[in-house]
């Protein structure tokens, strides 16, 4: 550290942590009713929501998530089950025709 500090005397003044959002859970509020203190209206949401570190959001319900994702939280949902049918799709028609068996065993010769 010290190395790093001989060869570089300035970092250590412009480097510094910063956080985006306290490590106790914040509560988040519509700004349509009345706030409490200690909360953070926002317009965006019509639900209170608690947001812990990292910006996780803590106990929500489905339909919470589904006004939070919107569209994006939809579509990685059905994104999924696509690509997690066509997989099995695809091993299923390939253990059939027998080309899996020689992908997965190295040693034995399949051809």
Request: glycine share 8%.
């Amino acid at each position: 550290m010290n190395v790093v500090h001989h060869f570089f005397p300035s970092l250590k003044r412009n480097v510094k942590r910063t956080l985006t959002i306290s490590q106790a859970p914040v509560l988040l509020v519509s700004d349509r009713g009345e706030v409490p203190p200690g909360a953070r209206p926002v317009p965006y949401l019509r639900f209170n929501a608690r947001v812990g570190y990292n910006s996780r959001f803590i106990g929500l319900l489905d339909d919470d998530y589904q006004e939070l994702g919107g569209v994006e939280y939809r579509a990685l949902t059905v994104l999924l089950w696509i690509v997690s049918g066509v997989s099995a799709f695809l091993l299923h028609l390939l253990t059939k025709i027998g080309i899996y068996e020689c992908m997965v065993s190295i040693t034995s010769a399949c051809y």
